[in-house]
């Protein structure tokens, strides 16, 4: 058999994992790749301006798509470049399998130009890395890669390539069948605890449905959606689990945590039973620890064994494949209905119904609602900050939408480039990306690629001329101190001991402009739907709305960092 | 930190012999803030497989997560709890003992009698001792010699374990 180099058996192998797209940025160890990339036309190579832009756009793309996304950057910064997008996809399990060129093997180890220990540097933020140190192992190494990174609790696997390893002449095989030892993820659930978790349900008096991310990821919706409509129990979700079940249904609460509705966090904390699905129990949804679902029984699925009994003791744990649980679950559940408790829930609804206190001016729920009546179907992305907890609150999320941000690591700068991806991956769907002016700047490059592609993604600027969730907390926990939050700030206003600032910068609507792209400014309610209606019309470009909304907006209700629902702040 | 059952404990671990798991492994605990009391690690029967003996002190909740950490790491082939299963634990250790006079020499190789020790080295005015026995008695012996010699230099293996056929010493 003809022997061929690793650079050519890569992209062999990357066109028997299906690859369609791959987002890359050149350099000196990787060229030989990029040569090879040329040379055919079934992957279609995209180009982001940076590199962490690079891989939220994979991360993107995997998230909408259910394929595994793929990065390939080259040594050194290029590589150093993916570590903030590797913690992100990492932890929101995200299935990413991400190529990092590497200095000739010879050279490892002596400081050589752009030579870093990629997969030292990354061993904590990635499910799995390795460096190929012989050109034999190259193929079962991508091939382990793409089976590592999509089963069990999906993740970033980072593979790196020794600049003369992947010149080097080898078998041009690519391995059918994976086999790893220490690597056999269990999804298939087990019958009898499955069994006593329902029977447990089935006492309940006051039963709860918690759902994470983990039901987005496996696709569960339908089948969890069944069961709640079997059972009559309740929903909450966690911010990643938004649209687990259509959020206008009307067994759903509500998002719990730190931000969550009243009678979602008041549901937990008075709910017997508390069934939850493919969440970790992020300290931002339990608050204080103790005092999280004081009176509940507690049922977890999850696929990750490590995620179960971690923050909070369960008492039935189910390792399992939330699909694959849900289904055989379906199988048993009766009706479970308690009137007496979704009575309680509509009591505590009215009490405090979700809203924003009413603003002459500008509100971002303003324009959340115009997106929740224009787009029946849509993929909205989030950057981070009050933006991203609102939307989070507010978007309808029903059949034909979904909703996904950096619920995990909170990645500001995560929102454009994952639309960028999102779009890549959905070129048929609108969508939406929501950033603040802040996380906007963080990897606005990315107008370039957005425009050279022809992405026609909408752009909403909620912007405040702050880092509002930072300011929110000075102004409620810091004496309204605002250090370090105000984005106009600078020598002037020093000079000026804080008499006179300048003008807003960047200009958006400019900057757009200046990309190719079209640029909207809003100042009024009455101009949001317009805006919208004027972006749908631009099929060929991006178009950015920048929302000039009220820099004392805040999210509430909020719990105390590290609080309980006592410390729940409902408005001031 | 809550004292839930804080105590050392003990894992057998087979990993894949690899570049960079060893760091992996110590980097979990590091990463984690995980006690790490002591790691040994070499090649088993099999050369692909290292084996690792780990001692921890942790409390019940700690523990169980370092054992499912472990567990889900790609290159963890198999975790054995060790603390409560009938193993065989030894530790090597060394003591060098320096400026000993004559009565020294003697008082250590009383020493050396009492706890099975070897002297395996021997010079002017000092001498070397090798101990092969668990890690506790490690512990005093290296407490004693100290409170009775003045210069000594120590150096310890850390324990090796392996699942006992019908005795258990640790």
Not at chain 1, 108 to 128: L, P
């Amino acid at each position: 058999m003809k022997q061929i180099s690793g650079n050519k058996l890569l992209v062999k192998a990357l066109k028997e994992e299906g690859v369609e797209y791959i987002f890359g940025y050149p350099g000196a160890c990787t060229i030989d790749i990029s040569d090879e990339l040329y040379k055919q036309d079934d992957i279609t190579v995209i180009l982001p301006r940076h590199e962490q832009a690079l891989v939220h756009a994979a991360d993107a793309y995997a998230r909408t798509t259910g394929k595994v996304g793929v990065c390939l950057v080259t040594s050194g910064p290029g590589a150093t470049n993916l570590v903030t997008g590797l913690a992100t996809a990492n932890y929101d399990s995200v299935p990413l399998v991400c190529f990092t060129g590497q200095v000739a093997r010879h050279l490892i180890g002596n400081d050589a130009f752009q030579e870093v220990d990629i997969v030292g540097i990354t061993r904590s933020i990635t499910k799995y890395g390795v460096t190929v140190r012989n050109r034999e192992d190259l193929g079962r190494i991508i091939k382990e890669a793409f089976y590592i990174a999509r089963t069990g609790r999906p993740g970033p696997v980072l593979i790196d390539l020794p600049k003369d390893v992947m010149a080097e002449l080898g078998s041009p095989e690519y391995p059918k069948n994976v086999n790893i030892r220490g690597y056999k993820p269990n999804t298939s659930v087990h019958i009898g605890q499955l069994k006593r978790a329902l029977k447990t349900l089935a006492k309940a008096k006051k039963p709860l449905f918690l759902a994470g991310g983990g039901i987005n990821i496996s696709r569960a919706n339908d089948v969890f959606l069944e069961i709640v409509e079997k059972t009559g129990v309740p929903v909450v979700t966690t911010v990643m689990g938004r649209g687990a079940i259509p959020t206008n249904h009307p067994l759903f609460i509500g998002n719990l945590g730190m931000h969550g509705a009243y009678a979602a966090n008041m549901a937990v904390s008075n709910c017997d039973v508390l069934f939850s699905i493919g969440t970790r129990f992020n300290d931002r949804i339990t608050g204080k620890l103790h005092e999280f679902a004081p009176h509940a029984q507690i049922i977890h699925i999850d696929i990750d064994t490590a995620s179960i009994s971690r923050n909070i003791h369960v008492d039935i744990p189910i390792v399992a494949d939330a699909r694959e649980a849900l289904t055989k679950a379906s199988e048993y559940v009766e009706n479970y209905t308690s009137q007496k408790w979704l009575n309680e829930i509509s009591g505590w609804k009215q009490e405090h119904p979700l809203a924003m206190r009413p603003n002459d001016r500008l509100s971002p729920v303003d324009i959340i609602n115009e997106i929740n009546q224009q787009f029946d179907e849509a993929i909205i992305v989030t950057d981070v900050g009050q933006h991203q907890m609102l939307v989070s609150q507010y978007a309808q999320i029903t059949p034909g939408k979904q909703l996904i941000m950096s619920g995990g690591l909170g990645t500001m700068g995560y929102g454009f480039p994952g639309g960028v991806g999102a779009k890549i991956g959905n070129p048929d769907k609108p969508v939406i990306v929501i950033s603040g002016d802040g996380g906007m700047q963080m990897n606005i490059q990315e107008f370039a690629t957005a425009v050279l592609e022809e992405l026609p993604l909408i752009l909403c600027v909620f912007n405040n001329e702050y880092l509002g969730m930072v300011r929110q907390w000075q102004k409620l926990f810091y004496g309204k101190r605002y250090s370090m939050t105000n984005l106009r700030s600078g020598a002037l206003s020093r000079r000026t001991n804080g008499e006179e600032y300048p003008e807003y910068t960047p200009d958006f609507v400019k900057l757009a402009e200046s990309y190719g792209a079209k640029g909207i400014r809003v100042f009024n309610k009455t101009e949001v739907a317009a805006a919208f209606e004027e972006a749908k019309k631009n099929t060929k470009v991006p178009t950015l709305i920048e929302f000039v909304i009220d820099p004392e907006e805040m999210v509430y209700p909020m719990i105390k960092p590290g609080g309980t629902l006592e410390d729940l702040i409902m408005d001031c | 930190m809550a004292d839930k059952g804080m105590k050392k404990r003990w894992i057998s671990l087979y990993v894949e012999n690899q570049v960079g798991v060893l760091s992996k492994i110590s980097g979990l605990f590091s990463g984690k803030c995980y006690n790490l009391d002591s790691l040994t690690v070499g090649t088993t029967e099999d050369p692909t497989v290292s084996r690792m003996t780990i001692a921890t002190v942790s409390d019940d909740e700690t523990f169980e997560q370092i054992k499912k950490q472990l567990n889900r790491m790609v290159e963890v082939i198999k975790v054995i709890d060790f603390t409560n299963t009938f193993v065989r634990m030894k530790e090597i250790l060394y003591i060098k003992v320096f400026n000993c006079s004559s009565e020294d020499k003697v008082e250590l190789f009383q020493i050396a009698e009492t706890f099975k020790a070897r002297v395996i080295d021997y010079g002017k005015d000092s001498l070397l001792l090798e101990f092969v026995q668990t890690a506790t008695k490690n512990d005093a012996v290296v407490k004693l010699i100290k409170e009775e010699f003045g210069r000594i230099e120590v150096v310890r293996g850390g324990s090796v374990g392996i699942e006992s056929i019908s005795m258990m010493e640790r």
